[in-house]
């Protein structure tokens, strides 16, 4: 009897420090919602994400970056990284443009 006493006393010092909004009824810490929540406990908007860029617009602002620069070694590194790309053709122009 002494036992259950004091298994049962145990379990209610445990929930009593561990507090109620430790564990609501659902299982899931009320902390949780309270960290997804402004100051007014309403619930915050998640992040939004932008949306990804064309990789044709990042390979023109590339070969607009290697003409800006206009150097061979420029060109050179652009060809290399996208040589079947269209404006692959308009770099090797400059190269050869540059090589007179």
């Known amino acids: 009897m002494k036992l259950r006493l004091l298994s049962a006393g145990f379990f209610g010092a445990l929930v009593t420090f561990a507090g109620m909004d430790h564990l609501p009824l659902g299982g899931v810490p009320v902390m949780v919602g309270k960290a997804n929540a402004d100051d ?22 590339e070969y607009e970056l290697a003409r800006q620069k206009g150097t061979p070694e420029a060109f050179e590194l652009f060809i290399a990284r996208h040589g ?17």
């Open 40 to 61: 007014g406990g309403n619930a915050l908007r998640a992040p939004s994400v932008p949306p990804a860029r064309a990789p044709s617009a990042a390979v023109a602002e």
């Open 84 to 100: 079947d790309d269209p404006l692959a053709e308009k770099a090797r122009a400059e190269l050869k443009r540059l090589a007179r």
